[in-house]
């Protein structure tokens, strides 16, 4: 089973997203800061990470470089309305997901890179 860290400080886009992901068998761990999704996956080492690029305390990218820093080599997913232009050239993350994003959008990212770990 894809044990996914979720980061996101939106409750009601992160309950979405967790029971979406939940449905379809995947164990989720939910953080709402880049802080507690930073000390959760250092800790836990999820095979999957989806986090939002602006929360509180510490950014998504800010979260994606430590763990980078830190060793973490699993994907990570940003999520973030700001269009991907305007992020850096050489990102830390490996897949972009713009916000507002549909419940398929999200699935078939986690699904692709499920695929490719061959992870549950």
Same mark, same amino acid.
């Given at each position: 089973? %894809?044990?996914?860290? @979720?980061?996101?400080? =939106?409750?009601?886009?992160?309950? !979405?997203?967790?029971?979406? %992901?939940? &449905?379809?068998?995947? #164990?989720?761990?939910? +953080?709402?800061?880049? #802080?507690?999704?930073?000390?959760? +996956?250092? /800790?836990? /080492?999820? &095979? @999957?990470? !989806?986090?939002?690029?602006?929360? *509180?305390? %510490?950014?998504? @990218? ?7 820093? +830190? ?11 700001? *269009? =991907?232009? #305007?992020?850096?050239? #050489?990102? *830390? ?6 916000? *507002?994003?549909?419940?398929?959008? @999200?699935? +078939? ?6 695929? /490719?770990?061959? !992870?549950?």
């Amino acid at each position: 089973m %894809l044990r996914v860290l @979720l980061v996101e400080d =939106e409750p009601d886009v992160a309950l !979405v997203a967790a029971t979406v %992901l939940e &449905e379809v068998g995947y #164990h989720v761990t939910v +953080a709402t800061d880049g #802080h507690e999704g930073l000390e959760i +996956a250092l /800790q836990e /080492q999820p &095979e @999957l990470i !989806v986090t939002d690029f602006m929360m *509180p305390c %510490l950014s998504g @990218l800010e979260m994606i470089e430590r763990l980078r820093e +830190a060793g973490f080599d699993r994907p990570i997913i940003l999520t973030t309305a700001i *269009p =991907e232009d #305007h992020l850096p050239r #050489h990102p *830390p993350y490996d897949a972009y997901l713009a916000k *507002p994003y549909g419940t398929r959008k @999200l699935l +078939a990212l986690v699904d692709a890179f499920r695929a /490719q770990s061959g !992870v549950g």
